[in-house]
């Protein structure tokens, strides 16, 4: 009967430690993956930035230009 109860603990203690294992490893990649999500957002915030900069520099470029032509006719 003893050793049917220390089998029994032993068989909870596998399945505590299996259980924590697992637990630990599905925050690791809940972080990882809300990691990976956070830098991905930050990545187009920035190429948006970037390309509304570009966007206004070239349409400053060409009212420029095109203010010059329009004056330089007269």
Do not use: P
């Amino acid at each position: 009967m003893e050793n049917d109860d220390l089998k029994e603990r032993i068989h909870a203690l596998e399945v505590a430690q299996a259980t924590q294992a697992a637990a630990a490893t599905g925050a690791q990649a809940t972080q990882a993956a809300a990691t990976t999500g956070a830098q991905a957002a930050q990545v187009a915030a920035h190429a948006g930035v970037v390309a509304t900069m570009v966007a206004g520099s070239v349409s400053l470029i060409v009212g420029m230009i095109l203010g010059y032509l329009f004056t330089s006719k007269k």
